[in-house]
Antibody
Framework: EVQLLESGGVLVQPGGSLRLSCAAS????????MTWVRQAPGKGLDWVSL????????YYADSVKGRFTISRDNSKNTLYLQMNSLRAEDTAIYYC???????????WGQGTLVTVSS | EIVLTQSPDFQSVTPKEKVTITCRAS??????LHWYQQKPDQSPKLLIK???QSFSGVPSRFSGSGSGTDFTLTINSLESEDTATYYC?????????FGQGTKVEIK
Protein backbone atom coordinates (compact mmCIF):
# COMPACT_ATOMS: atom_id res chain seq x y z
CA GLU A 1 0.00 0.00 0.00
CA VAL A 2 1.32 3.41 -0.97
CA GLN A 3 1.88 5.74 1.98
CA LEU A 4 3.01 9.34 1.88
CA LEU A 5 3.60 11.13 5.18
CA GLU A 6 4.37 14.83 5.18
CA SER A 7 5.98 16.61 8.10
CA GLY A 8 7.65 19.89 8.97
CA GLY A 9 4.75 22.30 8.83
CA VAL A 10 4.82 24.93 11.57
CA LEU A 11 4.13 28.58 12.29
CA VAL A 12 6.94 30.71 10.86
CA GLN A 13 7.51 34.44 10.59
CA PRO A 14 7.51 36.25 7.25
CA GLY A 15 10.94 36.05 5.68
CA GLY A 16 11.70 32.82 7.47
CA SER A 17 12.65 29.39 6.17
CA LEU A 18 11.26 25.90 6.53
CA ARG A 19 11.92 22.44 5.14
CA LEU A 20 9.06 20.06 4.51
CA SER A 21 9.58 16.31 4.22
CA CYS A 22 7.49 13.57 2.66
CA ALA A 23 8.33 10.00 3.66
CA ALA A 24 7.24 7.48 1.04
CA SER A 25 6.64 3.75 1.28
CA UNK A 26 4.85 0.98 -0.58
CA UNK A 27 6.30 1.65 -4.03
CA UNK A 28 9.64 2.00 -5.83
CA UNK A 29 10.28 5.63 -4.90
CA UNK A 30 13.11 6.29 -7.34
CA UNK A 31 10.97 5.22 -10.29
CA UNK A 32 8.37 7.94 -9.85
CA UNK A 33 8.25 11.69 -10.22
CA MET A 34 6.90 13.48 -7.16
CA THR A 35 5.12 16.74 -6.69
CA TRP A 36 4.11 19.32 -4.08
CA VAL A 37 0.65 20.88 -4.28
CA ARG A 38 -0.66 23.39 -1.76
CA GLN A 39 -4.06 24.57 -0.63
CA ALA A 40 -4.60 27.85 1.17
CA PRO A 41 -7.31 27.76 3.86
CA GLY A 42 -10.71 27.50 2.19
CA LYS A 43 -9.20 27.78 -1.29
CA GLY A 44 -8.46 25.52 -4.25
CA LEU A 45 -5.45 23.44 -5.22
CA ASP A 46 -2.26 25.23 -6.31
CA TRP A 47 0.57 23.37 -8.07
CA VAL A 48 3.96 24.18 -6.51
CA SER A 49 6.74 21.97 -7.87
CA LEU A 50 7.63 18.68 -9.58
CA UNK A 51 10.78 16.56 -9.53
CA UNK A 52 11.74 13.64 -11.73
CA UNK A 53 12.45 10.20 -10.31
CA UNK A 54 16.20 10.69 -10.55
CA UNK A 55 16.00 14.19 -9.12
CA UNK A 56 17.84 15.66 -12.10
CA UNK A 57 14.85 17.60 -13.42
CA UNK A 58 12.88 20.08 -11.34
CA TYR A 59 10.05 22.47 -12.16
CA TYR A 60 8.41 25.30 -10.21
CA ALA A 61 5.40 27.58 -10.20
CA ASP A 62 6.36 31.18 -10.91
CA SER A 63 5.09 32.19 -7.47
CA VAL A 64 7.77 30.12 -5.71
CA LYS A 65 10.61 30.09 -8.24
CA GLY A 66 13.84 31.30 -6.65
CA ARG A 67 12.46 30.85 -3.13
CA PHE A 68 11.55 27.14 -2.93
CA THR A 69 13.73 24.16 -3.80
CA ILE A 70 12.40 20.65 -4.36
CA SER A 71 14.76 17.71 -3.82
CA ARG A 72 14.70 14.03 -3.00
CA ASP A 73 16.86 11.40 -1.33
CA ASN A 74 16.09 8.13 -3.07
CA SER A 75 18.19 6.21 -0.53
CA LYS A 76 15.83 7.41 2.19
CA ASN A 77 12.61 7.35 0.10
CA THR A 78 12.03 10.96 1.08
CA LEU A 79 10.94 14.07 -0.80
CA TYR A 80 11.76 17.56 0.44
CA LEU A 81 10.66 21.14 -0.10
CA GLN A 82 13.02 23.83 1.13
CA MET A 83 11.05 27.03 1.53
CA ASN A 84 12.91 30.34 1.94
CA SER A 85 11.79 33.98 2.09
CA LEU A 86 8.34 32.87 3.19
CA ARG A 87 5.39 35.19 2.69
CA ALA A 88 1.92 35.34 4.20
CA GLU A 89 0.51 34.07 0.90
CA ASP A 90 2.50 30.84 1.29
CA THR A 91 0.22 29.89 4.17
CA ALA A 92 -1.38 26.60 3.13
CA ILE A 93 -1.63 22.88 3.60
CA TYR A 94 1.19 21.34 1.58
CA TYR A 95 0.53 17.95 0.01
CA CYS A 96 3.07 15.65 -1.56
CA UNK A 97 1.82 13.32 -4.26
CA UNK A 98 3.16 10.47 -6.36
CA UNK A 99 3.21 10.83 -10.13
CA UNK A 100 3.22 7.58 -12.15
CA UNK A 101 3.98 9.84 -15.07
CA UNK A 102 4.78 13.56 -14.63
CA UNK A 103 1.20 14.25 -15.80
CA UNK A 104 -1.08 13.08 -13.01
CA UNK A 105 -1.00 12.27 -9.31
CA UNK A 106 -2.40 8.95 -8.12
CA UNK A 107 -1.58 8.99 -4.39
CA TRP A 108 -1.56 11.95 -2.02
CA GLY A 109 -0.37 12.43 1.55
CA GLN A 110 -2.53 13.86 4.30
CA GLY A 111 -0.80 17.24 4.10
CA THR A 112 1.14 19.44 6.50
CA LEU A 113 0.08 22.96 7.47
CA VAL A 114 2.46 25.87 6.99
CA THR A 115 1.41 29.15 8.57
CA VAL A 116 3.38 32.30 7.79
CA SER A 117 2.51 35.03 10.25
CA SER A 118 4.12 37.45 12.67
CA GLU B 1 0.20 29.90 -18.06
CA ILE B 2 -2.85 27.86 -19.04
CA VAL B 3 -5.97 28.89 -17.14
CA LEU B 4 -8.62 26.27 -16.41
CA THR B 5 -12.13 27.57 -15.78
CA GLN B 6 -14.66 25.20 -14.24
CA SER B 7 -18.43 25.63 -14.27
CA PRO B 8 -20.47 25.75 -12.24
CA ASP B 9 -18.70 26.80 -9.04
CA PHE B 10 -21.37 25.13 -6.95
CA GLN B 11 -24.08 22.59 -7.60
CA SER B 12 -26.75 21.28 -5.26
CA VAL B 13 -28.31 18.07 -6.54
CA THR B 14 -30.67 15.34 -5.38
CA PRO B 15 -29.50 11.73 -5.02
CA LYS B 16 -29.56 9.70 -8.25
CA GLU B 17 -29.44 12.89 -10.31
CA LYS B 18 -26.84 13.23 -13.08
CA VAL B 19 -24.10 15.81 -12.51
CA THR B 20 -22.07 17.46 -15.27
CA ILE B 21 -19.04 19.63 -14.53
CA THR B 22 -17.18 21.38 -17.32
CA CYS B 23 -13.58 22.54 -17.49
CA ARG B 24 -12.44 24.93 -20.20
CA ALA B 25 -8.77 25.53 -20.96
CA SER B 26 -7.45 28.87 -22.16
CA UNK B 27 -5.60 27.07 -24.97
CA UNK B 28 -5.60 23.61 -26.45
CA UNK B 29 -4.18 20.93 -24.14
CA UNK B 30 -4.99 17.78 -26.10
CA UNK B 31 -6.10 15.20 -23.54
CA UNK B 32 -3.64 16.22 -20.81
CA LEU B 33 -6.51 16.84 -18.42
CA HIS B 34 -7.15 15.01 -15.17
CA TRP B 35 -9.93 15.10 -12.56
CA TYR B 36 -9.68 14.85 -8.77
CA GLN B 37 -12.23 14.58 -5.99
CA GLN B 38 -11.62 16.18 -2.60
CA LYS B 39 -14.03 15.38 0.21
CA PRO B 40 -14.21 17.71 3.24
CA ASP B 41 -11.07 17.50 5.39
CA GLN B 42 -9.49 14.90 3.12
CA SER B 43 -6.71 14.83 0.56
CA PRO B 44 -7.58 14.89 -3.15
CA LYS B 45 -8.13 11.60 -4.94
CA LEU B 46 -7.59 10.87 -8.62
CA LEU B 47 -10.76 10.03 -10.56
CA ILE B 48 -9.94 10.38 -14.26
CA LYS B 49 -6.63 10.66 -16.11
CA UNK B 50 -6.02 11.86 -19.66
CA UNK B 51 -9.54 13.24 -20.01
CA UNK B 52 -11.39 9.94 -20.18
CA GLN B 53 -9.39 7.12 -18.57
CA SER B 54 -10.91 5.98 -15.29
CA PHE B 55 -8.46 5.42 -12.46
CA SER B 56 -8.38 2.03 -10.81
CA GLY B 57 -11.04 1.53 -8.15
CA VAL B 58 -13.12 4.56 -9.09
CA PRO B 59 -16.86 3.79 -9.30
CA SER B 60 -18.17 3.45 -12.84
CA ARG B 61 -20.65 6.29 -12.35
CA PHE B 62 -17.72 8.70 -12.82
CA SER B 63 -16.68 9.36 -16.43
CA GLY B 64 -14.76 11.98 -18.34
CA SER B 65 -14.74 13.25 -21.90
CA GLY B 66 -13.34 15.98 -24.08
CA SER B 67 -10.18 17.13 -25.82
CA GLY B 68 -8.58 20.37 -26.90
CA THR B 69 -10.11 23.07 -24.74
CA ASP B 70 -13.43 21.64 -23.48
CA PHE B 71 -13.75 18.82 -21.00
CA THR B 72 -16.54 17.27 -18.95
CA LEU B 73 -16.73 15.21 -15.79
CA THR B 74 -20.02 13.33 -15.46
CA ILE B 75 -21.36 11.65 -12.35
CA ASN B 76 -24.24 9.36 -13.24
CA SER B 77 -26.73 8.70 -10.47
CA LEU B 78 -25.18 10.82 -7.72
CA GLU B 79 -24.75 9.16 -4.34
CA SER B 80 -24.53 10.90 -0.96
CA GLU B 81 -20.85 9.93 -0.64
CA ASP B 82 -20.09 12.01 -3.75
CA THR B 83 -20.43 15.25 -1.76
CA ALA B 84 -17.07 16.86 -2.52
CA THR B 85 -15.20 19.48 -4.47
CA TYR B 86 -14.01 18.41 -7.90
CA TYR B 87 -10.93 19.83 -9.61
CA CYS B 88 -9.58 19.59 -13.13
CA UNK B 89 -5.81 19.71 -13.68
CA UNK B 90 -3.74 20.20 -16.83
CA UNK B 91 -0.30 18.80 -17.46
CA UNK B 92 0.09 19.90 -21.09
CA UNK B 93 2.52 22.69 -20.25
CA UNK B 94 4.38 24.09 -17.29
CA UNK B 95 3.40 25.42 -14.90
CA UNK B 96 0.78 22.78 -14.36
CA UNK B 97 -2.48 24.34 -13.21
CA PHE B 98 -5.75 23.41 -11.54
CA GLY B 99 -9.26 24.69 -12.07
CA GLN B 100 -10.85 26.67 -9.25
CA GLY B 101 -13.00 23.72 -8.18
CA THR B 102 -16.68 22.80 -8.31
CA LYS B 103 -18.41 22.05 -5.04
CA VAL B 104 -21.16 19.42 -5.27
CA GLU B 105 -23.62 19.10 -2.43
CA ILE B 106 -26.56 16.79 -1.90
CA LYS B 107 -29.97 18.46 -1.50
Amino acid sequence: EVQLLESGGVLVQPGGSLRLSCAASGFTFSSHAMTWVRQAPGKGLDWVSLISGSGRSTYYADSVKGRFTISRDNSKNTLYLQMNSLRAEDTAIYYCAKAPTPDYYDSWGQGTLVTVSS
Amino acid sequence: EIVLTQSPDFQSVTPKEKVTITCRASQSIGTSLHWYQQKPDQSPKLLIKYASQSFSGVPSRFSGSGSGTDFTLTINSLESEDTATYYCHQSSSLPQTFGQGTKVEIK
